[in-house]
């Protein structure tokens, strides 16, 4: 398809664990679920929501939440 990378391949996260990894490309968004097969609902319920959140708002799936010291 020859697209260009956006955002490279990365981990996503889901209440501070990996829930899968996601690379980026201008028009396509590819994302696993880690743990999952192809039923993904049946198996990783919450990250398919969250896969499905993003996916609804248009938005990259989530990425670690640092901690400040403070």
């Known amino acids: 398809m020859k697209l260009q990378t956006i955002r ?3 981990a ?3 209440d501070g664990q990996v829930g899968g990894w996601t690379e980026e490309y ?3 968004t590819f994302v696993t679920v880690r743990g999952a097969g192809h039923e993904v609902p ?3 319920p919450k990250q398919a929501l ?3 959140k ?3 708002s248009g938005k990259s799936m ?3 939440e640092l901690l400040s010291d403070s």
């Open 42 to 44: 049946l198996h990783k």
């Open 50 to 52: 969250t896969l499905i």
């Open 8 to 10: 490279p391949w990365r």
């Open 12 to 14: 996503w996260y889901d």
């Open 54 to 56: 993003s996916f609804l």
């Open 62 to 64: 989530p990425e670690m």
């Open 26 to 28: 201008g028009g396509l």
